[in-house]
């Protein structure tokens, strides 16, 4: 398969192809792995009973799967990958602060996949935790250097091997014995608890809002954004609902689930669990090729934001690699202490991205409608400017609002301490920065619509 040569740049027309339905079985297989069976079975070591955590999963991934598709929608018209459409609302340089918080997400959750594919490996080679890292490292470059096409192509197949373990993983722990009380809706729940978990199962899906449009993005540009929408809306949270609900069940039915999740999944299936180790390694490193390809577009994006340069096949493999190397150093650091890394991982992703997610969504389909200067967005002296300092603000304003409701396990702010422990965080982050920047804004964004080029786009 040809190697992509397309970087962060806009795709023509004529190099348009793919349907939107491919990104179904792209989101539903980034979510077919052990580490979403993790995030579901959190809620049962928070202390929530199934029917609380089965409650929180569902209205959690249904309300971050709306802004999570949202993003994607934005890939067929625009042909730009989402983070290089940032510099629209923060300036082309401006850009650069948001697009650092999000290479950092990427090396962060390939840290986290990471982590958990060097105990898959050493399950079945005799190899130490360090080789088990660098074997996994090597093929993860190897397949994101190819790119796109080959992403796309390789999630339509994994999607149906993971389905169907993870179908029979579904049948064989529903048989298993439940503790007193799981399914009681009357049973002890804390409200702070359960909120904090209703935050952790919205983050999933929001923390996507960077990835989506980067795989739509060589759609044919008349693709009906209710298609890109749907598809990756139903993909997303249909892949990720199961395998919560999954992660609940085995955490509630298997005491030390958390301590080794793919060694418990492959000993239910006793003499296939090679099989097993096969599909769960496979669904992990197809995520971490999704991480490291938001990070290569992101870096990138930084890197010329500084000082431009022309992205040759040689310049992306060594980005690629540096990445994937930052990646792999935080894994070698931080075996042993996973749950307490990735849960404070997923938060923080979550107080830093949302209010990013929102001044975005509210500027695309609110303020602009979908129509851009595409030339604008790679010229510093364009109209979107270098910086565009008001919505700087505005992003940093809102994460100073949400100290006094954050949740985390070295921090925790003097309202969510009120409240119980509950994290209402997401919900100021997605309305208040929103708001702010319609209200300081809307007057400079109409005169840089007056001032777009014949070079637009048009949703």
Known sequence: MEIERRSIDFIPEEERHGSPKSLFTVW????????????????????????????????????????????SAQGPQLGIPQMIQSRAQFGVIGAIFPIILVILMYVGFMAANGLLEVDTIKAVLPVSSNSAIIIASILTLIVTFIGYDFIHSMAKYLSIFSALIFTAVTILIISQGFPAGAWSPTGGVNFGTFMLFLSIAAAWQITYAPYVADYARYLPSNTPAKQTFGYTYVGSVLGTVWMMLLGALLGAAIPDFMDNASVNIASLFGPYTLIVYIVIFTGLAAGNVLNLYGAFMSTTTFMISIKEFKVTKRIKFLILFLAMSAGATIQIFGQGNFMAYYSNLVLLLQYFLLPWTAINLVDYYVMRRGKYSIPDIFDKNGIYGRYNWTSLFTYAATILM???????????????????????????????????????????????????????VKS
Request: glycine share 10%.
């Open 28 to 71: 539903f297989n980034a979510n077919m792995t052990v580490v979403t069976l993790v995030t579901g079975a959190l809620g049962v070591t928070m202390g929530l009973n199934l029917f609380w955590c089965f409650t929180a999963i569902i209205l959690g991934n249904l309300i971050g799967g709306i802004f999570m598709a949202s993003h």
């Open 402 to 456: 949400e100290l006094p409701f954050m949740t985390m396990s070295f921090y925790e702010g003097f309202v969510s301490k009120a409240m119980g422990g509950a994290d209402i965080t997401w919900v100021i982050a997605l309305t208040v920065p929103g708001l702010l920047y319609y209200l300081l804004l809307k007057n400079k964004v109409k005169i840089q619509n007056d001032q777009t080029s014949d070079a637009v």
